[in-house]
């Protein structure tokens, strides 16, 4: 992505970091979705095909939980429905990952090693803790693990799409320690932050070139 492109998709995350407990709802719901959909851009402009649907399917859906989310407890109970949008985006960005997929590489193996014991004791402290969303939030915890999985065997730089998807999964891991388990200070601006991070990672991941 351009120097001005990833310029205004921080400056608009700024914007929403800084501001987003003096907004007014309607301004902060569309203010926190803005950068994400501003990924839109590159992506429609630089990819093409299925890949380019696929990513459009995500965005707009990731998109779509950021909205749910800020009307969570503002509007009504919209959890359970962000917590559905989100699944869609990670099952699609999963599909997208686990089609370019290589097995070739050792380090590509060790960092999903890595990464199951993580998700593993992730899931034994709050799925027990979620109650009554138990099934959604398992369902959730798979999409992600498969999205986190297939970034690590994508044919794109790790460095990029696997940082950036294990980024989105802390994003979310907070959100859920946030919800089950106990308050985080600060919580609404470490979220947002590693949220605005990942997605930034993961466009920049899919629009760099093949690697092995």
Do not use: H
């Not at 001005?4 to 569309?30: D, E, G, K």
């Not at 707009?60 to 509007?75: C, Q, R």
């Not at 559905?84 to 999963?94: C, H, K, R």
């Amino acid at each position: 992505m351009s120097k001005r492109f990833t310029l205004a998709f921080w400056l608009l995350s700024l914007i929403y970091l800084v501001f987003m407990n003096a907004m007014p709802s309607a301004l902060a719901v569309v203010s926190k979705a803005a950068p994400i959909l501003l990924l839109l851009v590159p992506v429609w402009s630089m990819l093409a095909g299925k890949l380019r649907i696929g990513m459009v399917i995500a965005i707009i859906f990731s998109a779509g939980g950021d909205i749910f989310l800020a009307l969570d407890g503002v509007a009504g109970d919209f959890f359970v429905p962000g917590l559905g949008s989100f699944l869609i985006a990670q099952v699609t960005y999963a599909v997208l990952f686990w089609q370019r997929t290589a097995f070739n590489n050792r380090q590509r193996w060790w960092l999903a090693v890595l990464y199951i014991p993580v998700v593993a004791v992730l899931a034994w402290f709050i799925l027990p803790a979620s109650g009554e969303l138990m099934i959604p939030v398992t369902a959730y915890l798979l999409a992600i693990s498969a999205m986190v999985l297939g970034a690590a065997f994508c044919q794109r730089p790790w460095q990029w799409l696997f940082l950036g998807a294990s980024t989105f999964a802390i994003s979310d891991s907070l959100i859920a320690i946030n919800k089950f388990l106990y308050p985080l200070p600060y919580a609404s601006l470490m979220i947002m932050v590693t949220y605005y991070l990942a997605q930034y990672m993961i466009v920049s991941g899919i629009l760099k070139p093949e690697t092995k």
